[in-house]
């Protein structure tokens, strides 16, 4: 159970243009997910935590129009990165808040993304 | 502010024993998590502590002061497959979950 599934695994993309990520928890429902960028050799960076049917609340120095997410159901939530540059390319990764009783995050396996 | 810190990189041998320390400032405690990242992978859920003491799990157990802000997670039995970044991340009073940046541990034959 709380299995976690991200989608696309890796994606290059030109300067310019706008990439979708998907999130979805697929044996359970998750009010709330967390998105997060993970550079080389570097620890996880919080983006954003995404509740079901409201606004997503960003970190600081996370640009709420560039980085759009959208959590419409329970089950599903999207990064999208808009107008991507070069310096977008990273690793993002989605987690999803499980129903244990000490709120365990389950991670998605991550997106890789380029810009060129 | 809020602070986590591990050790940036350890090295250890094939069957040998390691302890990767973590000690943490936070606004509030609830819990402490340890994650397994393999390089390229996202991370996976090893443990869960959120009273003192030891909580052990086949070749893994982590350990838990909350007087001393203090965490360990032991690795018995090492194995090369066990050669990942090891996170320790601490959940606050708004549950919100801090990180730290990661220890490498290396095994080698």
């Known amino acids: 159970g709380a299995v976690v599934s991200q989608h696309p695994s890796w994606v290059i993309c030109k300067s310019g243009t706008s990439v979708k990520i998907e999130c979805r928890s697929l044996?359970?429902?998750?009010?709330?997910m967390f998105w997060y960028r993970q550079f080389p050799k570097q620890s996880l960076m919080l983006m954003a935590t995404?509740?079901?049917?409201?606004?997503?609340?960003?970190e600081q120095g996370v640009e709420k129009d560039k980085f759009l997410i959208n959590h419409a159901s329970l089950t599903l939530s999207t990064l999208t990165v808009t107008s991507a540059h070069p310096e977008d390319s990273s690793f993002y990764i989605c987690?999803?808040?499980?129903?244990?009783?000490?709120?365990?995050?389950?991670f998605g396996p991550g997106t890789r993304l380029t810009v060129l | 502010g809020q602070n986590i810190d591990q050790p940036t990189e350890m090295t250890a041998t094939e069957g040998a024993i390691v302890q990767i320390n973590c000690t943490y400032q936070t606004s509030g405690f609830n819990g402490l998590f340890w994650y397994q990242q393999h390089a390229g992978e996202a991370p996976t859920f090893l443990s869960y502590?959120?009273l003192d003491g030891l909580e052990e799990k086949g070749r893994f157990s982590s350990f838990l002061s909350r007087s001393k802000g203090y965490s360990y997670l032991l690795l018995k039995e090492l194995q090369m497959k066990d050669s990942a970044s090891y996170l320790c991340a601490v959940l606050d009073s708004n549950y919100q979950l801090i990180w730290g940046a990661g220890t490498k541990l290396i095994i080698k034959p």
């Open positions: 995404s509740n079901e049917g409201s606004k997503a609340t960003y």
């Open positions: 502590n959120v």
């Open positions: 044996d359970f429902q998750a009010t709330t």
């Open positions: 987690s999803a808040a499980g129903t244990s009783s000490y709120n365990e995050q389950f």
